[in-house]
């Protein structure tokens, strides 16, 4: 590559510095770090959003997915590209540790020195919510000649970038506190009340968890995950086997439980999912909080060959901010495309903090929380769900600011997929026609939660959270019975269920909102067919099946 000095602005790389954040001073200089270098699709036919809408329309039986081998073939990196990431690398100081050709991305290591100069940033140390990141403000600049072959920088700036959904139940005193004890469910009771089907345990099938590392000012990872104990106890209490479960480290994040509150979300996963589909093997993929660590897990997921998941369950993320990073948003929602035209299912909890979708720190309006919010993600919102003597009682989880409220509401950054033409998706903050959140629900209420097992004991813990690995194990076992038929996984389904929508395929939820303060009048509300904080109700298991099995 000729070494020429003309520069631009990597588009959609601009970065702002938080609310609140106070600088520290220019971050070490020495500090060996590790980045993400995202490139163009290489050959002529890089993945479309209308052409994988359109896989999605079909049903599952008809679909030609592309093979985890093909895709990196058709789709992958151009090996001409990557040439010039190395000549980029070497006039720079900078060591190219992997190439990745299907995720096209290629890794670098260097200094924070040599990064700062290779990609004309200032990294500075900035103190925020009572940690030190290393962070960045302006745009990457990039050698002109690298235009357009260089669609993504990450792992620059190392601040958290999401946060775990889940929630768990409050303490209540005296007798109230004995009452609402009666109001959780195992998580075989609410399979039983959503009415999956029997049979199937999704044998055959692997369910890719995301889970997000707490990490140090160097960038280590500290803490969040599971302890082996506790599932072998919630499995033998439950009577069910216990599945094949394994670690995967990615960007040097790992299974660390003991240290971190996350762990409650870690543990809610495996054990809501690894219960619906005890039959499937569970791999957790971690990784760090950062914008780079989310999209490598999902990547890595996605283009795991040797385990080849067929449906991926995230229980994290964040409100869309028009300030926030404009190519983390690209890179996410690119893997999460990329999975569907390969036929895996990515599930995605959609928020605990109702529409405001943020908390102490709420700017006063509405957020739909991504990466529920990519149009090609099963967005997961949140119910409470009462059943006494056969009777059911299911409204919008709304518990205030204190027990939290389903996630839901209309997106910002996209527009409103052709699925959701009919769905009467209401207009955006902006005004613009978005993307409604969530797309499906289930019961999510912490006082109507899931009976795990954590730290030695017994809990109740809820969140949309247990949601996402819900559908993530339904979806499990309704590839075990579609590839037993005809050889082929259900993929991306969405277009499928807002098409189906009068087959009796989910049940609708058509009382309360998920206005969490009270402040936005009574944004968003339920009522008939869709809406944005039950999306189109509960799945009716052995419906949704045999929709996706036809």
Not at 77 to 98: Q, T
Not at 257 to 275: C, K
């Amino acid at each position: 590559m000729a070494s020429s000095t003309k520069r631009v602005a990597l588009v959609n790389s601009a970065r702002q510095l938080p609310k609140g954040a106070k600088l520290v001073g220019a971050a070490d200089p020495k500090q060996e770090i590790e980045i993400s270098v995202r490139l163009r699709a290489g050959s002529a036919q890089p993945a479309d959003d209308e052409q994988v809408m359109a896989l999605g329309a079909q049903p599952p039986r008809e679909r030609q997915y592309l093979s985890r081998a093909e895709f990196a073939a058709h789709r992958g990196a151009d090996p001409a590209d990557v040439a010039r990431i190395d000549d980029f690398a070497h006039l720079h100081d900078l060591n190219v540790k992997s190439v990745h050709l299907a995720s096209r991305t290629v890794k670098l290591t260097g200094t924070v020195k040599a990064m700062s100069a290779a990609f004309g940033v200032k990294l500075i140390k900035v103190k925020h919510d009572g940690a030190t990141y290393r962070m960045r403000k302006g745009s990457v600049q990039i050698p002109a000649e690298l235009e357009g072959i260089v669609v993504g920088v990450h792992g620059l700036d190392n601040r958290p970038v999401a946060q775990p959904h889940f929630r768990r139940r409050m303490a209540k005193k005296g007798a109230t506190a004995r009452a609402a004890q009666g109001g959780s469910f195992s998580v075989e009771q609410i399979a039983q009340i959503y009415n999956f089907p029997g049979g199937e345990t999704g044998a055959g099938q692997c369910i890719a968890i995301i889970e997000l590392n707490d990490i140090d000012s160097k960038g280590h990872p500290t803490g969040a995950g599971y302890k082996t104990s506790d599932l072998k106890t919630f499995f033998k209490k439950a009577g069910i086997p216990m599945p094949q479960i394994a670690p995967a480290s990615v960007d040097g994040g790992a299974n660390k439980p003991g240290h971190s509150e996350a762990d409650g979300e870690v543990v809610l996963d495996i054990e809501v999912a690894g219960a619906i589909a005890p039959g499937a093997r569970i791999v957790v993929y971690f990784a760090p909080n950062t914008t780079n660590g989310f999209i490598d897990a999902v990547k890595a997921a996605v283009h795991d060959t040797a385990r080849k998941p067929s449906v991926i369950s995230i229980s994290w993320g964040g409100p869309e901010d028009p300030a926030g990073s404009q190519q983390f948003v690209d890179g996410l929602n690119e893997a999460i495309r990329d999975a569907a035209s390969m036929g895996v299912t990515v599930c995605v909890a959609s928020g605990d903090n109702g529409s405001a979708d943020m908390g102490e720190d709420w700017d006063g309006r509405p957020h739909a929380d991504f990466p529920a919010s990519s149009p090609f993600a099963l967005g997961c919102g949140g119910t409470n769900l009462k059943a006494s003597n056969g009777a059911l009682t299911e409204v919008v989880w709304n518990g205030g600011p204190q027990d939290g409220a389903g996630g839901g509401g209309v997106s910002v950054v996209f527009p409103r997929p052709a699925y959701q033409a009919n769905a009467h998706v209401p207009k955006s903050p902006s005004h613009s026609v978005g993307r409604g959140v969530p797309d499906v629900a289930g019961d999510a209420d912490p006082a109507t939660g899931y009976q795990i097992f954590l730290n030695g004991v017994g809990t109740t813990i809820g969140g949309t959270s247990a949601v996402a690995p819900l559908m993530a194990g339904l979806i499990a076992r309704i590839n075990e019975a579609t590839t037993k038929k005809f050889g082929k996984t259900v993929g991306f389904i969405n277009p499928l269920i807002y098409a189906s929508h009068a087959q009796g395929v989910f049940r609708d939820i058509t009382v309360g909102n998920n206005d969490i303060t009270g402040d936005l009048h009574g944004m968003y509300k339920a009522g008939p067919g869709w809406d944005a904080c039950s999306g189109l109700g509960v799945p009716n298991g052995a419906a949704l099946q045999n929709l996706l099995v036809a």
